[in-house]
C-alpha cells in the first residue's frame, strides 16, 4: 500500500478500500440506528427544508407580536386580581356567571374571568384594572353572596375571596427588571458563545437562541398565554436549555471536522452531519428527562391543584424545550455549515472529495454522475456505503 499525494499538495488518505453493498451490511432497527447514531439521517442536506420551516415559524411568531401583542398579567401592567374556589354552596360558578356579577356591583366589566385547575380544587380568578379599597371590598361581598364559596372545611367563608393589587408604577418597575435581566443573561451568553467557539459556530449559536426566543415569544402571543414574571423566569432557564443542547452537538462538530482539511474522506457538511447523527439519541434523551417532570407539573399542580404561578413556568419551559430541541438540531448545525461552505477552504476541500471519489468510480471529477449532489446527500456517505479496510501492518517504519 502507498500514501500518495494529491495535486493540491495535500497527502490523501488512499487506504484500501472494500466495496461491501446495502444487502451485506447487518440491519437494524430505526431505534437501534438512532441509538448508537449510525442512521446516517440527512439533516444537514436538507437545510433549505429546515431553513423554509424556521421561516414560516419566524414569520408566524414576528406577525402575531406585531399584530396582536401579549397578554400581561397584573405583575407588569398593574391591576387587582381576585380568586375564589369555583365549588360553592349554589353550585359551580360559571365564567358568565361571574362576569354578570362584576357588571352588576361595579357597573364596568372585568377584563379576564378564567377556571384554574378541575373538580373540587378548581378556583376562578378575575383580572380587572385597579380598583379602589370600597370598589374591592364591595366585589367581594357580592361575590360571596352570590356564588357561596366554601372553604377547607366545606363551609362557606368569606375568607375564600381572596384579592390582590399591583399598582402601575410597580408593574413598571418589573417589567424594568425583567428586560434587564434578559438582557444581561444575552450579553453573558454572547461573550461565552464568542470566546468558546470559532465565529461561524459562534454565530449560528446566537441566531439559534434568537429563535428560540422569538418562537416562545410568538407561541405565547398566538394563544393568548398571559405573561407573568414566571414566564421570564422560565423563558431563561428555556434559553440556557437550548444552548446546553447546541454546545453539545456544537462539540462533536468541532470533534469531527478538527484537520478536516487534510483529508478526503468525507465533506465539511458530511462531518457535520454525522455529528449530529452521533448526539440524537443524547438530545433526545435530554428532552424527554426535562419534559417529563415539567408535565408532572402541569398534570398535579395545575390541573389538579390549581396553582396558576405553576401554570406559568410549566408553559413557557415544556414550549422551550420542544423548540429548544429543534433549533440544535435543525437550524444551528446547518446554518453553520451553510456559512463555512461560503468560505475558500472549505470549497477546495470539497472540490478535492468530489474528486477523489470521480477518480475511484473511474470517471473525470467533471463527468463523475452526482457530483454535485453527494455534497447534498451526506446521510448516506456519513455511516454507509464503503467500509475502509486497513490492512495489517508490521512494526516498524510506515511502508511506502
Do not use: C
Not at 7 to 34: C, I, M, Q, Y
Not at 157 to 179: F, H, N, P
Amino acid at each position: 500500500m502507498t500514501d500518495s499525494v494529491d495535486g493540491d499538495g495535500v497527502e490523501a488518505d488512499n487506504l484500501t478500500e472494500v466495496e461491501v453493498s446495502d444487502a451485506d451490511l447487518p440491519k437494524h432497527g430505526f431505534f437501534a440506528r438512532l441509538y448508537t447514531g449510525t442512521g446516517g439521517y440527512d439533516v444537514v442536506g436538507r437545510r433549505k427544508l429546515w431553513f423554509a420551516a424556521t421561516a414560516l415559524i419566524v414569520g408566524l411568531a414576528l406577525a402575531s407580536i406585531v399584530l396582536k401583542g401579549f397578554t400581561f398579567g397584573i405583575d407588569f401592567q398593574g391591576g387587582t386580581k381576585m380568586s375564589f374556589p369555583r365549588a360553592g354552596v349554589n353550585g359551580e360558578a360559571s365564567v358568565s356567571q361571574v362576569e354578570e356579577t362584576f357588571r352588576q356591583t361595579l357597573g364596568i366589566s372585568p377584563e379576564a374571568v378564567v377556571v384554574v385547575g378541575n373538580g373540587a380544587t378548581s378556583t376562578v380568578q378575575i383580572r380587572s384594572e385597579t380598583l379602589t379599597n370600597d370598589q374591592t371590598a364591595k366585589l367581594r361581598t357580592a361575590l360571596f353572596d352570590e356564588f357561596q364559596p366554601k372553604g377547607l372545611d366545606g363551609k362557606p367563608s368569606k375568607l375564600t375571596v381572596s384579592d390582590s393589587a399591583v399598582s402601575e408604577t410597580w408593574g413598571g418597575q418589573i417589567t424594568r427588571k425583567a428586560l434587564i435581566a434578559l438582557a444581561v443573561f444575552l450579553v453573558l451568553v454572547a461573550i461565552y458563545i464568542t470566546v468558546r467557539y470559532e465565529k461561524f459556530m459562534a454565530i449560528a449559536a446566537l441566531f439559534s437562541l434568537g429563535l428560540d426566543m422569538i418562537s416562545v415569544a410568538g407561541i405565547y402571543s398566538l394563544v393568548g398565554f398571559e405573561v407573568t414574571p414566571a414566564t421570564v423566569i422560565g423563558l431563561l432557564t428555556i434559553l440556557g436549555y437550548s444552548l446546553y443542547d447546541t454546545v453539545i452537538v456544537f462539540d462533536k462538530v468541532e470533534e469531527n471536522t478538527k484537520g478536516f482539511q487534510h483529508t478526503t474522506r468525507r465533506t465539511y457538511a458530511e462531518q457535520a452531519n454525522l455529528a449530529i447523527n452521533q448526539t440524537f439519541m443524547r438530545s433526545i434523551n435530554t428532552s424527554l428527562i426535562s419534559v417529563m417532570p415539567i408535565l408532572a407539573l402541569i398534570v398535579v399542580a395545575v390541573w389538579l391543584l390549581g396553582v396558576g404561578t405553576l401554570k406559568d413556568l410549566a408553559l413557557v419551559q415544556l414550549i422551550g424545550i420542544l423548540v429548544g430541541t429543534y433549533s440544535s438540531i435543525f437550524f444551528a448545525t446547518p446554518l453553520l455549515v451553510a456559512m463555512r461552505e461560503r468560505t475558500e477552504l472549505v470549497r477546495n476541500h470539497t472540490r478535492r472529495v468530489m474528486k477523489r471519489r470521480a477518480q475511484q468510480s473511474g470517471t473525470s471529477g467533471e463527468d463523475a454522475p452526482g457530483a454535485a449532489a453527494e455534497t447534498v446527500a451526506v446521510g448516506a456517505v456519513s455511516t454507509e456505503g464503503t467500509t475502509p479496510i486497513r490492512p495489517n501492518r508490521p512494526s516498524g517504519k510506515r511502508e511506502r
